[in-house]
């Protein structure tokens, strides 16, 4: 399809470049077809899927993940050329620049998405957009427009005569020529997207046209078999009609034909019987015409004797006449039992119909039956299969009521050898100085994995604990898994494990083809509140099994104080109080002639068309009819996030509504949400989610991973939600974790416990934390750091 778009196209290409091609940017071929060239071949070169929601649809990006990507344009002609670019990477040192020539003539700064450079340019010059160190390239737009140059002209002077030249006519005359040239530039790109449109559109009514005629053909094919069908019928019957007239014909030619016979003739034409008799064969018929043909031969005879006779001869001619009045009779007698006949003929011709169509309904009552006995087969084996589920069950039941009480009977003793430790803890910080560096902060981390029976994670996991890196420095930590055995190498796990009685495979879909695992994630957060360990913990910590981070990073994060309104939040007052799915509040908007129009749209149009953010467009679309449409939604129901550019710097907030004891607070550690490498929250939060997540079945249905679920439930549940971005440095956040020189608490991924140690190395050698002193030196570092840290 895109060879033969590029054959069509092809007569709009003119000296000056083709601005409509060039500017198609919907396919990496379509690109090289018009002319662009790229210098890098990996996944990120042609429009990344990760940030889709932040350029324009019509627009490139692109970018090279290790070294430096360029596209570059060989030009055509000679003019003038306007090229919009950007660059959408918002690192400090990130830069995208454009050289003609290898002359630089302009460069775009961090997230400068939009910027115009105007250039002169000549035949076969080469455009390129290139990275500067880190960047990614944008390309929204470039236009060409043609310059025509003259030949001179010689100006005939007489000889001796000086004469002199008028410039400022010359200037604006080419002023004019100038600007005609432009306004003709102008129309020829018009018609050329004219054409193309046409072109489009052409393409697409032939595809239908031929899509409808093959169904037109297929539709009289079929009529034709019908109508054949049904002169086939029609023949058939006026054949039968045919022979039954002529053998009728034949008999009422004769005076003498006896009502009988003529009765038994139509019951056999006409498919019943005639009263006083069955249905004669043709001998009888040819008998019957016979006898008629003799009576009406001697009534004849009479009749001419009794011309001839006398009047003495009146008796023969009386007899005569007789016979005539007889022969009448039985005409009219064999009429009424021809018009009988051809009744019953009918009524026999509707038996059969309704005969036809009970045999019908029969052979369909028939098939029901067998469908239904079938079904019940089915219903039977069903129940028997769920009468065995329910009693492996009960089975489970009673299993899991005896480790229930078992681990009942655990967490106290554990919450018993916890209050006999904390004393111990007070005791012994009463005699430790201020410089005791085990614990600066004094918070206290409660930590947990999820561990597949089988695979790399094992081994990893195994790794760690015995060098004492990750979760193994927490306060407390738990390796939950399904099974104690090693699935692949049938050995028992290689660390201890908290067994889950569900099961882990999970399915992979979304947009990023990522593991859809929030169903298995739920239970998990379940089993965490039921063993209760975090509620004996400041904080508690999800972390990935390939993910390398350092807990005494994550203390010195979290001990900088959080702003005053995370810290120790005010009571809301009743119109601030938090509005779950709980009503029809957020579904259509209520003014007058707008009841189709949903309130998430009149929600993303303030935010897009108005500059509003995102709680400034909720305000606005609450307010009652006739005023506005008087809808009750949440950031998570109506909101579009990603146009809400607050909500995504570094240190930003949305304060929650949820009411607890201690804050209900969790970390946001990426500019594009929640990423589940390392999960933070308080315990008021943790209860707060596994409470509350039968409220956020509305979000089941879509197809995340368990990191944007738990992003947007508590959202939607009102907990307080902190942008922490030194928190984790990720490829899938648009960075570089490797070699892991950072000052981030976290790098993910290293699957291989070979490039998981150098990372551990190399940040515990040469690394620091985000506030260290070193960090304090670094203007990039400060700038990290969120609002109201102290």
Known sequence: TELLYMDDTEAMVDSCGNSLLLNDFSSRRGMESAGWWFNWTDDFSFKPLMYKDFVPPDS????????????????????????????????????????????????????????????????????????????????????????????????????????????????????????????????????????????????????????????????????????????????????????????????????????????????????????????????????????????????????????????????????????????????????????????????????????????????????????????????????????????????????????????????ERMKELAEQAQLAEQALQTTMTMTTTATPTGLTLYCFTLMLPFGYEPRLLAAQKAKGMGFYRCDEFTVFSNSSMLLDAREPAPVEVELLDFSLAVEYGGKWHTALNTPVFNKVWGKVRDIGLFASYDWTVKADIDTVWFPDRLRTVLSKGLPESVANPVVPNAQFQRRLQVSDGCKHCGLKGLASDTCEDHVRWLQKHKNMSCDEALAVTARPPPVDCGCSCTRVEACDLSADPDAWLDGHYIQGDFMSATPAVYINNCRFGLHGPI????????????????????????????????????????????????????????????????????????????????????????????????AAQSDDSLKRMPPGFV
């Open 60 to 411: 490139y990006w692109g970018f090279q993940m290790h070294g430096f990507g360029g596209i570059s344009l060989r030009v055509k002609g000679e003019g003038e050329l306007t090229l919009d670019f950007g660059n959408l990477l918002g690192t400090q040192s990130s830069k995208v620049s454009v050289f003609l020539n290898l002359e630089r003539k302009a460069t775009a700064g961090p997230s400068v998405l939009s910027q115009t450079v105007t250039m002169g340019y000549h035949n076969s010059d080469a455009l390129i957009i290139a990275q500067e160190g880190p960047g990614i390239i944008v390309i929204n737009r470039i236009v060409f427009r043609c310059v025509t140059t003259t030949a001179p002209v010689a100006m005939a002077v007489a000889p001796g005569v000086d004469e002199e030249v008028d410039f400022e006519a010359a200037k604006d005359k080419f002023k004019r020529e100038h600007s005609e040239l432009q306004q003709a530039a102008e129309l020829a790109e018009k018609k050329q997207q004219e054409h193309f449109a046409a072109l489009k559109l052409q393409r697409a009514e032939e595809r239908v046209v031929s899509h409808d005629r093959a169904r037109v053909e297929a539709l009289e094919q079929r009529k034709r078999a019908q109508e054949e069908e049904a002169q086939t019928e029609k023949e058939r019957e006026a054949a039968e009609n045919d022979r039954l007239v002529k053998a009728l014909l034949g008999v009422l030619s004769s005076e003498g034909g006896r009502p009988q016979d003529l009765g038994r003739l139509i019951g056999e034409q006409g498919g019943a019987r005639a009263p006083g008799g069955g249905a004669p064969g043709p001998q009888e018929e040819e008998q019957v015409i016979l006898e008629a043909k003799q009576e009406e031969r001697l009534a004849k005879e009479l009749e001419v004797a009794a011309g001839k006779k006398s009047k003495g001869h009146g008796a023969a001619l009386r007899e005569a006449r007789a016979v005539q009045r007889q022969a009448a009779r039985a005409e009219r007698k064999a009429r009424e039992d021809i018009q009988r006949a051809a009744r019953l003929a009918k009524e026999r011709k509707a038996l059969r119909k309704n005969a036809t169509m009970a045999e019908q309904m029969v052979e369909s009552a028939k098939r029901q039956a067998e469908r239904t006995k079938q079904e019940l087969l089915e219903a039977e084996e069903i129940e028997d299969a769920a009468a065995q589920e329910s009693e492996q069950a009960a089975r489970l039941m009673k299993e899991a009521m005896r480790t229930h009480a078992e681990k009942d009977r655990e967490r």
């Open 679 to 774: 999960e933070v929250l308080s315990a008021a939060a943790i209860m707060a989610f596994v409470d509350g997540i039968e409220q956020c079945g509305f979000l089941l249905g879509q197809p995340w991973g368990e990191d944007k679920f738990l992003d947007r439930c508590m959202m939607a549940l009102g907990i307080t939600r902190v942008n922490v971005f030194s928190l984790l440095s990720e490829t899938a956040c648009g960075e570089e974790p490797a070699p892991c020189g950072g000052t981030d608490v976290a790098f993910h991924p290293f699957k291989k416990f070979e490039d998981y140690y150098a990372c551990w190395q190399y940040a515990n050698t040469f690394g620091h934390g985000p506030f260290s002193d070193e």
